[in-house]
């Protein structure tokens, strides 16, 4: 079972950027489909992004395209997201997860069996 540890998060202005990194524990990360989500207080878990097994399909929720970008390196076992211009309403918990089985990229939480702990990204106005 792969374990996922998600880094990178911090607190930061408005309009600043941020890099998370999600580390697999296991050298077969390049077989997972993974996916971003994020939760902010009081709000349900919400959809970011995703990316394919080889990083050459990306899927990326409208309410961040165009300042959000995910990437990975299979030699490396982590996943990457690129957080620019962010914005208060970026505030959230920010959790990567992973999947072995589907084949198509997926934007629901069911679609992913195994979760990291969360990293918290602060944006300030």
């Known amino acids: 079972q792969v374990q996922l540890v998600e880094s990178g998060g911090g607190l930061v202005q408005a309009g600043g950027s941020l890099r998370l990194s999600c580390a697999a524990s296991?050298?077969?990360?390049?077989?997972?489909?993974v996916g971003w989500f994020r939760q902010a207080p009081g709000k349900e878990r919400e959809f970011v992004a995703a990316i394919s097994r080889s990083g050459g399909g990306s899927d990326v929720a409208d309410s961040v395209k165009g300042r959000f970008t995910i990437s990975r390196d299979n030699a490396k076992n982590t996943v990457y997201m690129q957080l620019n211009s962010l914005k208060p309403e970026d505030t959230a918990v920010y959790y990567c997860a992973a999947d072995r089985i589907g084949t198509l990229l997926s934007r629901s939480r069911n679609g992913y069996p195994y979760w990291g702990q969360g990293t918290q990204v602060t944006v300030s106005s």
């Open positions: 296991e050298g077969t990360f390049s077989l997972y489909r």
